[in-house]
């Protein structure tokens, strides 16, 4: 900040999402701040000023601000990928999908030969059985890699693991094991997928290791580096309790508080069960709002509270009104769960609420945003506060009449349109069928409504890609390229801002961030394209350079 | 059998928000007999009391329904391992779950490294179970619970008018579970610590049919007649367990473990709070428990 001089950006074009001046070709820099916006010839009245063409083939527009993802999408890069998609790790290297069985034992075996330690567990994440033709990856497989070393590879669910033979001698799991989730084969032998946390947890040195790396500080550059990738400027962790234990708040500032660090983060204090049947001492409070209060940098915010109140819709978890699921597997009991009893929800709510504080709320289905609608009504009726910005938080199902409501009742929504494309036609063949499939992730009726909402990845449950996650809010393509739901399709201009202002203004940061003026934090997402001049459907596939964050411009793909 | 040297049992506690789980797990906390080790959602309500607790752990838990993709599983797991390696070692693990918690799923850890899952235990609230089980929100989240549970304790008897009906809603959604009556969650103990004996070969299904009874009479009873009694057992009869005096050293409470054919006397640990006279716990499949012991317990009259 002390840096009184002036440098003035010129570039092909400048998107502001200031709708007084809502294109540019250049922008002041002082410090870490915006001058001002315009030409040069305007901007020149600043005085004395550096010039920098280094973005003039470029176009610039307020860095992208990502309001739901985990840091974990930085601490999976410490394992190599398996997944069947390719892949861009925080470097910018493209892991290429592993498409057969044949070619995921393959990229282990090389990432095996890599590690010196014979006894390091080779740990991988990304499988995703859902794609791979045939067989089953089982133990055998895993073992023509190594019968010494353990091997453990997460699904990209989250919900299951392989793990070769030597991972099961060294954990103990054999035909008597009796937890469930441990599969075994027909003769009663351990196949080596193990399903849930419960029979993932059994083989602990690989399935620790994830959350081992989320604590590392290469996990929190690797995030930033991730965003930097796709232009986004601003990352928000949603919902962690580790920032309660010891040296966590300390590592987040020494990451940030790093000038080369790409990226500001804002932490969100997840709601933790603990104390919460006893509303009078819900020990999250106090900690949100020191956060809040005393602990905030020009790079790390806080202020936002996570709640998680149902499961999820590919997962049969989420809490759907009637007619429920359309296509459960056998057994399925109707409906999902709660993570929260529903009638605890509104003190729960109002104790944060009372502090000034802005909750986020994880609802999947329609009947868990019901759920927080109303408890945030109830919040309001007990203790009147404008301006409060609860978020529903995945929004997936969400009903105009919800939407209506939220308007009314002043709340936000963050809507995962990544489904779209990642899991659409799977929701319209088995989870809630067609009819509701098509009114998913509703950014038209939101925005017909009147709420404010943005768009989101929840990274790594997809890959974070502010342009990839506009492009399915644009054109509502699925993975089998039909277009689930056209009338909820937006327009690129209003995809872009709930990109930018959209997600600011829940995050509560719209006076700082989200678009380009005088006043605000000089971050820009630098574009090879302009996302208004290519045709809609080529919007995720527009070249990103990097961003410029507080005045210092970070190239994508460096480390 | 009885889970080798060094295992720690595992007690999962669930039920409904309100239902008493805390409640019991105070409960237990203060008749237990041995070593506990208690992982809760809220320390703020337990009554801790240093000569019953051995550890706990500071680690923030939360026993929910979380997931990876639905919300990371933060702290369970590493809890899980610090109460394992606590020294001295308690010899019991009570887990409550949260309110909302399948406990069936959160009993699934009970089979992890160190730890033996003994009963999943899901407390009821008399007073509200019928309009629990019909509530559109929360109705499945309680017949899950229920459907879960090797021991269900229906508390708050004293409150509730119509037992019944919540004794046929139990019935019908979980006839294997042992049932049990408590108003402020107070159970006798012996009912669900030691079950593992009782749990079916599958480990995946249920304990199957089985039923217990509690013996009790005040005189300290002949060795001999102990012995006595343990040898005309059914063979059916696969766990006993309980405190009695011996007529030879009447002074001394002897804490009684049988499972299968073998058995065991040893002094009460704690001699302060020790009861007086014997009471005896058998378990096993139903019809085969015999219903008149008091006399024979009494025989050193
Ligand atoms: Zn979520
Ligand atoms: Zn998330
Ligand atoms: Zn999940």
């Given at each position: 900040?002390?840096?009184?001089?002036?440098?003035?950006?010129?570039?092909?074009?400048?998107?502001?999402?200031?709708?007084?001046?809502?294109?540019?070709?250049?922008?002041?820099?002082?410090?870490?701040?915006?001058?001002?916006?315009?030409?040069?010839?305007?901007?020149?009245?600043?005085?004395?000023?550096?010039?920098?063409?280094?973005?003039?083939?470029?176009?610039?527009?307020?860095?992208?601000?990502?309001?739901?993802?985990?840091?974990?999408?930085?601490?999976?890069?410490?394992?190599?990928?398996?997944?069947?998609?390719?892949?861009?790790?925080?470097?910018?290297?493209?892991?290429?999908?592993?498409?057969?069985?044949?070619?995921?034992?393959?990229?282990?075996?090389?990432c095996e030969r890599d590690l010196n330690d014979p006894d390091q567990?080779?740990?991988?994440?990304?499988?995703?059985?859902?794609?791979?033709?045939?067989?089953?990856?089982?133990?055998?497989?895993?073992?023509?890699?190594?019968?010494?070393?353990?091997?453990?590879?997460?699904?990209?669910?989250?919900?299951?693991?392989?793990?070769?033979?030597?991972?099961?001698?060294?954990?103990?799991?054999?035909?008597?094991?009796?937890?469930?989730?441990?599969?075994?084969?027909?003769?009663?032998?351990?196949?080596?997928?193990?399903?849930?946390?419960?029979?993932?947890?059994?083989?602990?040195?690989?399935?620790?290791?994830?959350?081992?790396?989320?604590?590392?500080?290469?996990?929190?550059?690797?995030?930033?580096?991730?965003?930097?990738?796709?232009?986004?400027?601003?990352?928000?962790?949603?919902?962690?309790?580790?920032?309660?234990?010891?040296?966590?708040?300390?590592?987040?500032?020494?990451?940030?508080?790093?000038?080369?660090?790409?990226?500001?983060?804002?932490?969100?204090?997840?709601?933790?069960?603990?104390?919460?049947?006893?509303?009078?001492?819900?020990?999250?409070?106090?900690?949100?709002?020191?956060?809040?209060?005393?602990?905030?940098?020009?790079?790390?915010?806080?202020?936002?509270?996570?709640?998680?109140?149902?499961?999820?819709?590919?997962?049969?978890?989420?809490?759907?009104?009637?007619?429920?699921?359309?296509?459960?597997?056998?057994?399925?009991?109707?409906?999902?769960?709660?993570?929260?009893?529903?009638?605890?929800?509104?003190?729960?709510?109002?104790?944060?609420?009372?502090?000034?504080?802005?909750?986020?709320?994880?609802?999947?289905?329609?009947?868990?945003?019901?759920?927080?609608?109303?408890?945030?009504?109830?919040?309001?009726?007990?203790?009147?506060?404008?301006?409060?910005?609860?978020?529903?938080?995945?929004?997936?199902?969400?009903?105009?009449?919800?939407?209506?409501?939220?308007?009314?009742?002043?709340?936000?929504?963050?809507?995962?349109?990544?489904?779209?494309?990642?899991?659409?036609?799977?929701?319209?063949?088995?989870?809630?069928?067609?009819?509701?499939?098509?009114?998913?992730?509703?950014?038209?009726?939101?925005?017909?409504?009147?709420?404010?909402?943005?768009?989101?990845?929840?990274?790594?449950?997809?890959?974070?890609?502010?342009?990839?996650?506009?492009?399915?809010?644009?054109?509502?393509?699925?993975?089998?390229?039909?277009?689930?739901?056209?009338?909820?399709?937006?327009?690129?201009?209003?995809?872009?801002?709930?990109?930018?202002?959209?997600?600011?203004?829940?995050?509560?940061?719209?006076?700082?961030?989200?678009?380009?003026?005088?006043?605000?934090?000089?971050?820009?997402?630098?574009?090879?394209?302009?996302?208004?001049?290519?045709?809609?459907?080529?919007?995720?596939?527009?070249?990103?350079?990097?961003?410029?964050?507080?005045?210092?411009?970070?190239?994508?793909?460096?480390? | 059998?009885?889970?080798?040297?060094?295992?720690?049992?595992?007690?999962?506690?669930?039920?409904?928000?309100?239902?008493?789980?805390?409640?019991?797990?105070?409960?237990?906390?203060?008749?237990?007999?041995?070593?506990?080790?208690?992982?809760?959602?809220?320390?703020?309500?337990?009554?801790?009391?240093?000569?019953?607790?051995?550890?706990?752990?500071?680690?923030?838990?939360?026993?929910?329904?979380?997931?990876?993709?639905?919300?990371?599983?933060?702290?369970?797991?590493?809890?899980?391992?610090?109460?394992?390696?606590?020294?001295?070692?308690?010899?019991?693990?009570?887990?409550?779950?949260?309110?909302?918690?399948?406990?069936?799923?959160?009993?699934?850890?009970?089979?992890?490294?160190?730890?033996?899952?003994?009963?999943?235990?899901?407390?009821?609230?008399?007073?509200?179970?019928?309009?629990?089980?019909a509530d559109p929100l929360i109705g499945q989240t309680v017949v899950?619970?229920?459907?879960?549970?090797?021991?269900?304790?229906?508390?708050?008897?004293?409150?509730?008018?119509?037992?019944?009906?919540?004794?046929?809603?139990?019935?019908?959604?979980?006839?294997?579970?042992?049932?049990?009556?408590?108003?402020?969650?107070?159970?006798?103990?012996?009912?669900?610590?030691?079950?593992?004996?009782?749990?079916?070969?599958?480990?995946?299904?249920?304990?199957?049919?089985?039923?217990?009874?509690?013996?009790?009479?005040?005189?300290?009873?002949?060795?001999?007649?102990?012995?006595?009694?343990?040898?005309?057992?059914?063979?059916?009869?696969?766990?006993?367990?309980?405190?009695?005096?011996?007529?030879?050293?009447?002074?001394?409470?002897?804490?009684?473990?049988?499972?299968?054919?073998?058995?065991?006397?040893?002094?009460?640990?704690?001699?302060?709070?020790?009861?007086?006279?014997?009471?005896?716990?058998?378990?096993?499949?139903?019809?085969?428990?015999?219903?008149?012991w008091d006399n024979a317990l009494n025989s050193g009259k």
């Open positions: 900040m002390g840096d009184a001089s002036v440098k003035i950006f010129t570039a092909k074009k400048i998107i502001t999402m200031n709708p007084a001046l809502p294109f540019a070709q250049a922008i002041a820099v002082r410090g870490d701040r915006i001058l001002g916006v315009g030409t040069v010839e305007d901007l020149a009245q600043w005085g004395d000023h550096e010039l920098s063409e280094q973005f003039k083939d470029h176009i610039l527009m307020p860095g992208f601000v990502e309001a739901h993802t985990h840091v974990m999408a930085g601490a999976v890069w410490e394992f190599p990928y398996v997944g069947f998609y390719d892949r861009a790790d925080p470097a910018g290297r493209t892991w290429l999908g592993c498409q057969t069985i044949a070619s995921v034992v393959d990229r282990l075996a090389e567990t080779l740990v991988a994440w990304g499988l995703d059985p859902i794609f791979l033709k045939g067989e089953r990856l089982v133990a055998k497989h895993l073992d023509q890699i190594s019968t010494t070393r353990p091997i453990f590879v997460f699904h990209a669910s989250g919900h299951l693991a392989t793990v070769n033979s030597e991972m099961m001698r060294r954990s103990g799991i054999d035909r008597h094991t009796p937890t469930p989730g441990v599969a075994k084969d027909a003769d009663g032998e351990p196949n080596g997928e193990l399903q849930e946390p419960a029979a993932m947890s059994l083989a602990q040195d690989g399935f620790a290791a994830i959350g081992v790396a989320m604590m590392s500080p290469n996990a929190k550059w690797n995030y930033a580096r991730e965003a930097r990738n796709c232009g986004v400027t601003t990352i928000a962790d949603l919902g962690t309790t580790r920032l309660a234990m010891d040296g966590q708040l300390e590592a987040w500032r020494q990451a940030t508080d790093d000038p080369s660090y790409p990226a500001r983060v804002v932490v969100a204090v997840g709601h933790s069960d603990f104390g919460s049947e006893n509303k009078d001492s819900n020990p999250m409070v106090s900690l949100a709002v020191r956060l809040r209060d005393e602990e905030e940098t020009a790079k790390l915010r806080f202020g936002i509270v996570k709640l998680v109140l149902d499961g999820s819709i590919q997962g049969f978890t989420a809490r759907i009104s009637w007619p429920h699921y359309v296509n459960p597997p056998p057994g399925h009991p109707g409906n999902g769960l709660w993570l929260i009893p529903p009638e605890q929800l509104a003190d729960i709510v109002s104790s944060y609420h009372e502090a000034g504080l802005t909750v986020h709320c994880h609802c999947n289905g329609d009947e868990a945003a019901q759920v927080f609608i109303d408890a945030v009504e109830t919040a309001l009726q007990r203790h009147p506060r404008w301006d409060h910005r609860h978020t529903v938080q995945h929004c997936q199902l969400t009903t105009t009449a919800q939407y209506k409501k939220m308007a009314a009742l002043g709340m936000n929504a963050n809507i995962f349109s990544n489904h779209i494309f990642h899991w659409g036609d799977q929701h319209a063949s088995i989870t809630v069928g067609e009819e509701r499939a098509a009114r998913m992730d509703a950014c038209a009726t939101a925005q017909r409504e009147g709420v404010k909402f943005s768009v989101h990845s929840d990274a790594p449950i997809t890959p974070m890609g502010h342009l990839h996650t506009a492009w399915c809010a644009v054109n509502r393509l699925t993975a089998s390229g039909r277009v689930l739901g056209p009338e909820e399709r937006i327009s690129v201009a209003k995809a872009l801002e709930a990109c930018t202002l959209g997600a600011a203004h829940q995050l509560r940061l719209d006076h700082d961030i989200g678009s380009l003026e005088a006043g605000k934090l000089a971050d820009f997402a630098v574009l090879e394209k302009d996302p208004f001049e290519v045709s809609p459907e080529e919007l995720k596939d527009i070249p990103v350079w990097g961003t410029v964050v507080g005045g210092t411009p970070h190239v994508a793909g460096s480390t | 059998m009885q889970p080798s040297e060094g295992l720690m049992e595992v007690s999962v506690i669930g039920g409904y928000l309100g239902a008493g789980k805390t409640t019991l797990v105070n409960h237990i906390l203060r008749q237990a007999s041995e070593r506990v080790a208690v992982m809760v959602n809220d320390f703020g309500e337990i009554n801790i009391d240093q000569s019953l607790i051995d550890s706990r752990s500071d680690n923030t838990i939360s026993l929910t329904n979380g997931c990876i993709c639905c919300s990371l599983v933060d702290g369970f797991v590493s809890a899980l391992e610090s109460v394992t390696s606590f020294r001295p070692k308690p010899t019991r693990l009570v887990i409550e779950a949260s309110g909302v918690a399948d406990p069936g799923a959160v009993a699934a850890y009970g089979h992890g490294p160190g730890l033996a899952l003994d009963a999943v235990v899901v407390v009821t609230d008399a007073f509200r179970l019928c309009e629990q089980i899950s619970q229920i459907g879960a549970a090797d021991v269900i304790v229906l508390n708050k008897i004293d409150l509730a008018d119509n037992l019944t009906a919540a004794k046929t809603e139990l019935a019908k959604l979980n006839p294997d579970a042992l049932l049990a009556y408590a108003s402020h969650a107070e159970v006798n103990l012996d009912l669900f610590f030691g079950r593992e004996v009782v749990r079916t070969s599958d480990p995946t299904s249920h304990v199957g049919k089985f039923e217990s009874r509690t013996h009790e009479s005040s005189q300290p009873i002949p060795r001999a007649a102990l012995e006595a009694l343990v040898e005309n057992l059914p063979p059916e009869i696969q766990r006993v367990k309980g405190i009695v005096r011996l007529a030879e050293a009447p002074h001394v409470a002897m804490v009684f473990q049988l499972v299968g054919r073998n058995w065991e006397l040893r002094a009460l640990a704690d001699r302060n709070n020790s009861p007086d006279g014997n009471r005896l716990v058998v378990i096993g499949p139903k019809g085969s428990v015999p219903m008149e």
